[in-house]
């Protein structure tokens, strides 16, 4: 008996799992695996679709269907420990989660000056203030992850790293801030759930249809100074939201 679609799914997103089409790579054409499934290559389309909607794999024109499936990433307060985001010569957390899954970090950043907008000036307590705008699209061996864009106020990232698109920075920005004597010492986090505008859906290579993650994250320092808003706008797929809080 010739297997359905959902079968033929199954059996690819167990491969995908279990590193057999590791993450940046190619699979078969349609019309090879519908000879290895004895199927038509309609049957397979619709397979690879279903995946697609899951998020394991991304179809490109006239460059096939590229596996896009990564282990869910954790997000926690632990991920900011000085420790983990400098470990190896790490650039930040992300760095160090992803190259511990044996995938290669990769940042495009762009850095601008602009006036803060409403909604970051609210959370820093400056409306009108001059901002660094340091925005980075960040990739795992060539799969987009996540868009991550920090506010930090101008008059403490002037003539800093801050203002360097290159090279990322070692330990990512809150050692950056420790170093130039804005250490934080706590954050607050706001998470909810939407779908993509077209230009973060273009940037992430994902359909407009599938939800993301946006993050809003304020840094204070220990006189309650919000120091860093930074925004992070991810494929829910991609990570796993971790808690720990006092029940007494």
Not at 94 to 113: K, M, N, Y
Not at 193 to 203: C, H, I, N
Request: hydrophobic share 40%.
């Amino acid at each position: 008996m010739k297997p359905t679609y959902r079968e033929i799914a199954e059996t690819l997103r167990a491969a995908i799992r279990s590193g057999a089409h590791a993450p940046g790579d190619t699979l078969p054409s349609e019309s090879v695996l519908a000879s290895q499934f004895g199927v038509s290559r309609s049957l397979v389309n619709k397979a690879l679709q279903l995946l697609t909607a899951e998020g394991l794999v991304r179809p490109r024109q006239g460059d096939g269907t590229r596996v896009t499936w990564l282990p869910p990433l954790s997000r926690s307060g632990a991920r900011y420990q000085r420790n983990v985001r400098e470990q190896g010569g790490a650039k930040g957390a992300f760095d160090a989660e992803i190259r511990a899954l044996g995938l290669e970090p990769q940042h495009e950043i762009t850095v601008t000056r602009i006036t803060a907008p409403a909604n970051i000036a609210d959370q820093l307590g400056e409306t009108g203030a001059e901002v660094v705008c340091r925005s980075r699209r960040l990739l795992a061996s060539g799969i987009p992850v996540s868009l991550v864009t920090s506010y930090i106020p101008a008059v403490i990232a002037a003539g800093t790293a801050f203002e360097e698109p290159a090279p990322a920075i070692v330990g990512g920005v809150k050692s950056l801030y420790a170093t130039l004597g804005y250490p934080q010492v706590e954050a607050h986090e706001r998470i909810s759930v939407r779908l993509p505008t077209d230009e973060e859906a273009g940037k992430l290579e994902i359909s407009t249809e599938r939800s993301v993650f946006d993050i809003l994250h304020v840094g204070c320092t220990a006189d309650g100074r919000a120091v860093e808003v930074t925004t992070t706008v991810t494929p829910t797929n991609y990570l796993i939201i971790e808690s720990t809080f006092p029940l007494a």
